[in-house]
C-alpha cells in the first residue's frame, strides 16, 4: 500500500470552505466524503427538488470554483504527490487498484477521488467495452500500452489458455517505445488487468475473458481446468477431489462423472477414466473406436487393433477382443483380418 504524507479529509474541508453551503453539499454527497458511497446526479436532485442536469451544473460550477481558489494553489503539492503515485503505478492504472493501493477505507478512496477529478494532472477514461476505467498521467504511454493490449487479445485463440509469465513475457515485448522504468513484470500485470477482452481463471491461467476456461464456475469448466493441469487422464473421484482442494468447492463425486459424461469436451478412456478431447483421443465405447480405427487404417489383425486401441483407451485386452466378436459390428475374414460391417 502506498502510504501518503497528507491527511484527505483535512485537504478535501480546506478546498470546500471555498465554496457555497449549497454546492459544498452537492459535492460532497456526489463524492461520498462524509460516506463509503457518493450519490447519483438523479438522488441528490431528488433531496433539493431540482433536476439531475442543474445537480450537474451546481457540481461543475463547484469545481470550478474551487480549481479558482487560493487553497487549491496551496494543495498542488498534494497532486503531485498523487501524480508520482499514478506514474509509479505504470502511468495508466485501473481505478479500483490505484485506491486500493492508497487506502483499504472506501471513505478516503472517495476523498482520493475527489482530488483526482480536481487535479490537472490526471485523465480518467471511462469503462469501454475493451478497457476498464482507468487514471492516466502520461496519455502517450496510454496509447501504446492500450494498443498493445488490443494485439495481445487478438493473437489469443477463442479457447486458448497461456500461463501468466508466457503472457507478461509477450506483452512486454509487444510494447514498443514505452520506457525501460515502467517495463516491468509487476506493471505489466497491472496493464493485463485493464482490458475487458482478456482474463485469468482461477489456475492463474490467461485467455479470453468469454471462454468457460476462464470464466471456470460450473463442475465441467473446473473438471477441464484440473485434467488439463495434470496432463494425463483422471478418474472422475480424483477430479472430484481436487476441485475441492483447489477450488473449495464442493464437487460429489457422482456429480462429477455425470458432468463429465455429458460434456463432449471429455472422453471416458477407461473405467471412470477421463480425458480431454483436445488431447486427440477418439470418441464412443471401445467398438466406436474399433470401428474408426478400421476405417482409418483398413483390414487389420486382432493384434493390430489391440495394440492400437490400447493407445486410446485405459481398458484390458480381453475388452478389445470380446468387443471384436460381435458380428453385428466387424466382420473377419479368410485371412484373420478384421473390417468393420
Known amino acids: 500500500m502506498k502510504t501518503i504524507s497528507f491527511n484527505p479529509k483535512t485537504i478535501s474541508k480546506k478546498l470546500l470552505s471555498e465554496i457555497s453551503d449549497r454546492a459544498r453539499d452537492v459535492v460532497v454527497k456526489r463524492f461520498g466524503l462524509e460516506s463509503e458511497k457518493g450519490l447519483t446526479l438523479e438522488a441528490i436532485g431528488q433531496e433539493y427538488g431540482i433536476t439531475r442536469e ?29 501524480r508520482e503515485v499514478v506514474t509509479k503505478l505504470g502511468a495508466i492504472v485501473h481505478e479500483d487498484e490505484l485506491l486500493s493501493s492508497i487506502s483499504s477505507d472506501p471513505n478516503i478512496q472517495n476523498h482520493i477521488t475527489f482530488f483526482l477529478v480536481l487535479g490537472d494532472p490526471f485523465t480518467k477514461e471511462k469503462e469501454n467495452t475493451e478497457f476498464r476505467h482507468r487514471w492516466i498521467t502520461d496519455s502517450e504511454i496510454a496509447r501504446r500500452v492500450e494498443g498493445a493490449l488490443r494485439d495481445i ?39 493485463l488487468k485493464l482490458a475487458k477482452t482478456i482474463d485469468k481463471n482461477p489456475l492463474g491461467e490467461w485467455g479470453s475473458s468469454g471462454s468457460a476456461s476462464v470464466r471456470a464456475k460450473s463442475i465441467r469448466d473446473l473438471a477441464y481446468l484440473i485434467i488439463r493441469r495434470e496432463g494425463n487422464p483422471m478418474h472422475f473421484s480424483e477430479v472430484a477431489k481436487a476441485i475441492e482442494e483447489t477450488f473449495g468447492r464442493k464437487a460429489h463425486k457422482a456429480t462429477c462423472h455425470n458432468e463429465l459424461i455429458k460434456d463432449n469436451r471429455f472422453v471416458l478412456v477407461g473405467r471412470g477414466l477421463y480425458a480431454l478431447t483436445d488431447w486427440g483421443y477418439m470418441p464412443g465405447v471401445v467398438h466406436d473406436v474399433i470401428h474408426q480405427l478400421l476405417e482409418k487404417h483398413g483390414p487389420l489383425t486382432r493384434d493390430e487393433i489391440v495394440d492400437l486401441v490400447l493407445k486410446e483407451r485405459y481398458v484390458k485386452p480381453n475388452t478389445i477382443i470380446v468387443n471384436l466378436q460381435n458380428p453385428k459390428y466387424f466382420n473377419r475374414d479368410i485371412k484373420g483380418r478384421y473390417s468393420a460391417v
Open 54 to 82: 442543474r445537480v450537474r451544473q451546481i457540481e461543475n460550477a463547484a469545481l470550478a470554483g474551487i480549481r479558482k481558489s487560493e487553497h487549491f494553489e496551496k494543495t498542488n503539492p498534494v497532486f503531485e504527490e498523487l
Open 153 to 191: 487479445a487478438s493473437s489469443i485463440d477463442s479457447d486458448a489458455l497461456v500461463p501468466e509469465g508466457e503472457l507478461i513475457e509477450q506483452f512486454l515485448n509487444a510494447l514498443e517505445d514505452v520506457a525501460d522504468e515502467y517495463k516491468n513484470e509487476d506493471n505489466a500485470l497491472r496493464w
